[in-house]
Nanobody, 124 residues
C-alpha cells in the first residue's frame, strides 16, 4: 500500500516560517523524484519545489524561490519543505508527490502518487 502522509501545516503569521514533512511508504522511495505542490481555492495546482531521487538537484517555483528549501532523507523515506517569509498568497493546501517514469521497451511507464494534503494558512 503506497502512502504519502503530510504533516506540519497550520496557521502562521505573515513573515513567519513553517516546516512541512511527508512520510512515504509502500514503494522504493529512493527511486522517485519528490515534489511539493499547492492548490488554493479557485486556482490550479502548481509546483512549489522538486528534488531528484538522489537529492542532487532541486527546482523551485518563481514565487517561492529564495523562500523555501526542499530536502529529502532516503534513509528515513521522508521529504521536507522549509518555508520562510511566508505571505498571505502562500495560503493553500500543500501536497506531497512522488513520481517516476521509465520506458519498458517502447512502453512508457509512469507512477504518480499523491498525499492527502495539509492546509497552510498565512494570515494576521
Amino acid at each position: 500500500q503506497v502512502q504519502l502522509v503530510e504533516s506540519g501545516g497550520g496557521l502562521v503569521q505573515p513573515r513567519g516560517s513553517l516546516r512541512l514533512s511527508c512520510a512515504a511508504s509502500g514503494f522504493t522511495f529512493s527511486s522517485y523524484a519528490m515534489s511539493w505542490y499547492r492548490q488554493a481555492p479557485g486556482k490550479e495546482r502548481e509546483l512549489v519545489a522538486a528534488i531528484t531521487s538522489a537529492g542532487g538537484s532541486t527546482n523551485y517555483s518563481d514565487s517561492m524561490k529564495g523562500r523555501c528549501t526542499i530536502s529529502r532523507d532516503n534513509a528515513k523515506n521522508t521529504v521536507s519543505l522549509e518555508m520562510n517569509s511566508l505571505k498571505p498568497e502562500d495560503t493553500a493546501v500543500y501536497y506531497c508527490n512522488a513520481a517516476q517514469r521509465y520506458y519498458r521497451g517502447s512502453f512508457l511507464r509512469e507512477y504518480d502518487y499523491w498525499g492527502q494534503g495539509t492546509q497552510v494558512t498565512v494570515s494576521s
